[in-house]
């Protein structure tokens, strides 16, 4: 048998991630990119070989993963012409070849990939549903038994075809028929990939691998929340080098520390929570579920509850509930990033022209990189706010900030 | 001798109560009912019968009131026509009988009972006098020895009769006369009860029974401070059952604990404190000479200051000084009652149509129930919000907020 | 030999100097004025006599000092007319004497006074010039070899006759020539005695007295910091009496300990601190850095960094950063001084018509006496409260507010 091979696809680019600049697969948790962790699970179940698909600005920062056990080729995908192209950008690496093709960001349980690995023996092609409970907008698997018949784009709520969704781990024990087909078929919309694939089903029989598991993807920028839920409370505890931890610090739970973390009096730290290295944790703070990266300084009396931090943010004596923030980001003493209604209700944030139900009565601000903000101002729940701002004192911010915007008024 | 019966009236409703809603004789402190302090302190001295007269509201939780050693009757008062009509409507319970009429909510030294169960046993009529310093309105002795020769209503500065004020505890050692002539006076303000007294004591001899003590009535809603800060200073010590205190608490001053109590580290308690069942005092509070009600969480680093608070109240990070919050209401990270006016004079506060002095320096914020505050608003000294309303993020409250309002800017 | 009398210049009123009211040479410094300081590093050099020119204003406070081993003599300079008529109201007390004229509140190293001691010895007039890196608006030296042509004031940069400006310590072996001079020279600007000096360099020699140490003048009212730093860094550490230190505190590097203080739980110091007699810190402040003055009350959760509090101040969950707060100045709960600007460029002051960069990145609020501030205020880095100033709540303060201002919205 010819052993399978991975079509990562880490290629595209959304519009729906912004305010976050980092590309989704290349956001850091517990550590490594959101990429690595996916690689890592391939790895554990056998699969040696994976060929990332990515864009020219990511590729150097791809290239340079190590991931012990798989055998990485990177793939330029140099137009951004969708999951099509990004396969197609592959296929003189996989002719003839046994193809999985999945997403780079996408995380499931270790035990989808025991499944999928048993699965493959089989050499039979499949494509993963994974049943859902809630209408939301995505592909439908139309079932005839455990065979596709086809996959319905965005049927709308009550016309789903099957409670099974269509999750991006497609086998084919051939790359040839789908190559062929993704070459052949056209489209006005950006869904060449299902239209081929949904093609496909018609002649050659694809059966469902059922999975009732965890899915999340890195679609919008507050999904960063729920992978980081699902990392740190996979990840080990760690005491680096070099930490100082000083008197009558509470640690509880599994908690990452760092080398060279300091952390101050009087602080309590609720795990899971991950500290990066030679971040300072200040005086008389409480961190709690949280993600913090290298060379932090929370300040006096901060409190992040819930919330993604990435690399050398600063703070001092704010409140930071349930929200995402890239990293470079200074806050001023008593700035508050509020992270439930008044009402109670659930979230709503605007991407593009769309207010979309975040589906979270619990959500803060969502803040890309190299944003300063001033002293006492209030961000209200599901604010995105773009890389390079400033944002003055005092402010109530209940709209989204472009990027490289000064709004102090 | 026929056994003296307390006529306690707890009827009424007044305006100038809101926002808070709960009856007064029935806001809670310590564990209990206004109302069951007054009916103990009864029971305390042997009178060991009582009618009390409610509103039909009220009167399933009244007739709930269990006091040792005081057989009580539940007489209700269907239409809101005064202290005459409150005394009437219990008249067949009363009569031929020895009566002391008496407020449900003002809360006197227990020596003054002492000295009315002693004046009792002389089967003569008497009206409790209290000494005051500085002129407020309402009815004053006019007096010829001990003789009350009449009670006049709010006589103005400088017109006082004398220096004792009319104070509801009116003793009749037959109920006959008293009710006729409430029977027979008709008035067009809501003074029959005052008309009626005042026109007895020209045909019979009641003597005033002089009192300095204590007086904590509960006619504005400050008043629950006052009525607080006497109760905690009388309540005694506990530890409930099931609670949890983490390290570094402090703990001074008699401070009651109810039942599964969590307090969390480097908080500090200044007794006299009272903190309800099932309440969560989160890390680094400050609690000082405040009542806490039922099931509340007070989050990180709050500081509640001589402050009432009823049950299920969720702070965090905020400052409460001097302030009366009624029950279910949310603050915001940041959020602060002040409780100063910055030139340091007395607080006012308006009360229909009327701007009152409060006569206090020190008053923060007066919230009645199920109330919702975002994040670092200020709500300036003696204003009051109306239950059910929400008031919005970064505000800065200096106008008093109707019940059912949405205040966002 | 006749043995030197310092002429100590305490006598200008500067309105570069507003919003702070204490005359510069009296601002009190771990425990003692500005002059004293000065006036002690005499003394350790063995100048044993002084003559201080003041104002009529601050004789009396002056005329109190005692530095044990200096004889002070008290001059009044009864008019405003510049350091001439200083030196001149001082005449009659140093004729025929050798003298060095000095400022009262120039900081600078022992070492100093060391070289100048010795150099005095010698008997020959000298003028010290410090060696400066960067222009900034003073007198500069003009030298030939190390012999003074003249002082050149403020040359334009670009144009310095040297790097050597003009430090006030100006040896006269004799008083004569130089009051005569100071005498006979007139000028539209204020700067007699500049040019009364200039001319009497081409008459006689003067040598520089080159100094590269420290200089701290007290001009603009953010130079408290400067010198505050230089003498917390010299200060010793101190318990006074009857002190209380509770719990969980932390105390690092020298910390000055008045009588009577109290520091409350879980609060941290960090020295070099200076802490006044009668002050009480709260429960979970961080203070470092800085200087607090008599009878002051931190309140919880403040956080005082390397600002300078005069006497009776009030606080409450504040953090000043970088900050001089004159004295008898009270800020509400959640009021924030912030000390960065967002662009983290250098802070602007606007004094009289100018607006003057402070060199400073880190800046926070100049406040004078008697000023009171609401809760949740933010005040912007670098401003400026006149004395008996009333400032709300909840307001952004992003310019000065004059002296005996009312600002509410």
Redesign the interface.
């Known amino acids: 048998m010819n052993s399978p091979i991975a079509v990562v696809l880490a290629g595209g680019v959304g519009k729906r991630w912004w305010p976050l600049q980092t590309y989704k697969s290349l956001v850091p948790f517990v550590g490594k990119p959101a990429i690595s962790h996916v690689l890592e699970q391939l790895q554990s179940v056998g699969i040696k070989e994976a060929i990332v698909v990515t864009n020219p600005v990511d590729q150097e920062a791809i290239s340079r993963l190590l991931i012990a056990g798989v055998n990485i080729t990177v793939v330029v995908q140099q137009t951004p012409n969708g999951m099509a192209g990004a396969v197609l950008s592959a296929k003189d690496a996989i002719r003839q070849r046994p193809i999985l093709v999945m997403n780079a960001e996408d995380l499931v349980d270790n035990k989808l990939y025991e499944v999928i690995r048993s699965e493959i023996t089989k050499q039979k092609p499949f494509v993963v549903g994974k049943k859902i409970a809630r209408y939301f907008d995505t592909g439908y698997l139309k079932l005839r038994g455990d065979s596709i018949e086809a996959i319905i784009e965005k049927p709308g709520k009550g016309n789903e075809p099957s409670n099974y969704v269509n999750l991006v781990f497609h086998y084919f024990p051939d790359s040839e028929p789908f190559l062929k087909a993704l070459e052949s078929t056209t489209s006005d919309s950006d869904d060449v990939y299902e239209q081929a694939l949904s093609g496909l089903c018609k002649i050659i029989d694809f059966h469902i691998v059922r999975y009732e598991g965890t899915w999340v993807p890195l679609k919008y920028p507050w999904h960063v929340l729920d992978m980081m839920d699902v990392l740190l409370h996979a990840m080990s505890e760690l005491r680096g080098k070099n930490i100082e931890i ?3 610090v ?1 640690i509880e739970g599994p908690v990452h520390i760092g080398d060279n973390v300091k952390i ?3 602080t ?1 730290i609720v795990g899971p929570c991950y500290i990066g290295d030679n971040t300072i944790i200040g ?2 703070n ?1 961190i709690r579920q949280s993600h913090i990266g290298e060379g932090c300084v929370t300040g ?2 901060t ?1 992040i509850t819930r919330s993604y931090i990435g690399d050398n943010c600063w703070f ?2 704010n ?1 930071i ?1 349930d929200s995402v923030i890239e990293g470079d980001v ?1 806050m ?3 700035t ?1 990033c ?1 992270n ?1 209604r ?2 109670r209700g659930e979230i709503a944030s605007v991407v593009g022209d769309n207010r979309i139900n975040t589906r979270r009565t619990k959500l803060g601000a969502l803040i890309g990189k190299n944003v ?7 961000i ?1 729940p599901g604010v995105k706010i773009g890389s390079g701002s ?7 911010v209940n709209h989204d900030i472009p990027n490289d915007s000064k709004k102090l008024l």
Chains 1, 2, 3 share one sequence.
């Open positions: 000083k008197s009558n509470v101050f009096e009087n309590k005086n008389n409480i006096f009396n409190d001092h004596s409140y509930g200074n001023g003493s008593g508050v509020a439930l008044l009402d300063r903000i001033g002293v006492n101002t209030s209200m400033i944002v003055g004192a005092g402010l109530v």
